[in-house]
């Protein structure tokens, strides 16, 4: 075979195989280009993403808080003043009223006679006509079994009144005791007929209905204390007493009102003695007590405070967030009725906060909408803010949001 020919085809050959390895690079590098492409189109999908999910949440969770340092003045107080429940006294004030049982065990140191007779409260109601009927002491009230209780004083029944066109029977409440002593008088709610009346008209339309049970009658031996245990133990129930009685005032006080323990006024039972099953050298002592105590309105005292204590004072809504560490006295308890509380002399003295107040709900529709820049602009109309600042979220926001519920007040009182 002449050699020219060879040489053909060992150059094919050799550039057949040539030509396959430049076209393997080919693939090689354009496989690469693409995935290097996906690649990049990906993060900038990625990254197009979180940037559009910031400013989505940005404008889901936007708002306003408003932290605001109020005008304040430290005063000091050394005042007398009047104050009272009704009428056109300088200081408004509430009373509340709590009760309490408290209980201590003793020695037994004898046994005497004890004839006690029960007592409760009726009402009592006149149903037959327009006048008032007046009822004299010791009046006799009957049960249907036919218990005798009486009155110890006289009472007057008012008569009927009209109300929608209906008659409405008069009514009066009656404390009564029953005619003997002993415990079959102590008996449940029930009703009352007048046996004095009886044969009259006005027998069927005078009646009386119990208002509480009858209790504390009794007949008998009862054990008894020493006069030495008796005192103790009526001191000590007593301080117990004080203690949580002031304490389920205090949590009874709405914040708006403050209350001063100094000017509570008590009211005690006498102890009773009661024998311990199975131990008769043991008895329990029990007493009760009922407080009552004026609270004050925070807001009002404090104006009263401020009138008295600070110059150029124009009347503004003002209060004491320590008003509690004034010295507050009473000049004449005997003035001072308990269930029928009147005015009462009092005396304040301390130190204590004047806070200034503003109107919350007109600052933040003021502020609503506006360019964060009017923020300072719109304070001054707020004389009872000293100073405030302002974060508006996002940051970048030019303007505080409109919604309400989008602004929140923070007030510090430093």
Not at 26 to 44: P, Q
Not at 189 to 215: H, L, N, V
Not at 271 to 282: A, D, L, M, Q, R
Not at 298 to 322: C, D, F, H
Request: net charge positive; aromatic share 10%.
């Amino acid at each position: 075979m002449p050699k020219p020919v060879l040489d053909d085809i060992i150059l094919t050959k050799k550039t057949s195989f040539s030509l396959k390895t430049v076209q393997g690079g080919h693939d090689h590098h354009g496989r690469k280009g693409r995935s290097h492409w996906r690649t990049y189109f990906f993060a900038a999908l990625t990254a197009a993403f979180l940037v559009f999910l910031f400013f989505s949440l940005s404008v889901f969770f936007s708002g306003a808080t408003v932290t605001v340092y109020p005008k304040k003045q430290v005063v000091s107080v050394d005042k007398s003043a009047v104050a009272g429940t009704e009428g056109n006294v300088p200081l408004k004030l509430k009373i509340v009223q709590v009760s309490k049982k408290e209980s201590a065990e003793a020695d037994a140191t004898g046994q005497k006679e004890e004839n006690k007779k029960a007592s409760g409260t009726i009402i009592v109601y006149n149903a037959y006509g327009r006048n008032s009927q007046k009822l004299i002491k010791n009046t006799r009230f009957e049960t249907p079994d036919g218990k005798i209780y009486r009155i110890n004083s006289s009472i007057t029944v008012p008569g009927m009144t009209v109300s929608e066109g209906k008659d409405i029977p008069g009514s009066v409440e009656a404390v009564v005791y029953a005619d003997e002593p002993g415990e079959e008088y102590n008996i449940g709610r029930t009703d009352f007929t007048i046996p004095g009346f009886k044969g009259d008209p006005r027998y069927q339309k005078f009646y009386a209905r119990s208002k509480t049970d009858m209790r504390g009658g009794m007949k008998g031996f009862v054990y008894t204390i020493s006069d030495d245990d008796t005192r103790d133990i009526t001191a000590l129930l007593e301080k117990r007493l004080t203690e949580s009685l002031l304490k389920e005032a205090a949590k009874n006080t709405a914040p708006e009102y403050v209350l001063f323990g100094s000017t509570g006024f008590f009211d005690w039972s006498d102890i009773k003695v009661t024998s311990n099953p199975g131990n008769e050298k043991k008895v329990t002592v029990e007493k009760s007590g009922t407080l009552y105590i004026p609270v004050w309105e925070r807001a009002a005292l404090a104006k009263y405070i401020a009138q008295a204590s600070i110059k150029g004072y124009a009347g503004e809504p003002v209060t004491s967030p320590n008003l509690d560490t004034l010295t507050v006295g009473v000049k004449d308890t005997s003035a001072f009725s308990a269930s029928k509380p009147g005015n009462i002399n009092v005396s304040l003295k301390g130190t204590t906060t004047i806070v200034w107040l503003f109107d919350q709900d007109s600052l933040i529709k003021d502020l609503g909408g506006q360019p964060k820049q009017n923020f300072q602009a719109i304070l001054k109309k707020y004389q009872g803010i000293d100073k405030a600042e302002l974060v508006v979220t996002p940051f970048w926001k030019r303007a505080i949001p409109e919604g309400e519920e989008d602004v929140s007040i923070k007030i510090i009182v430093e």
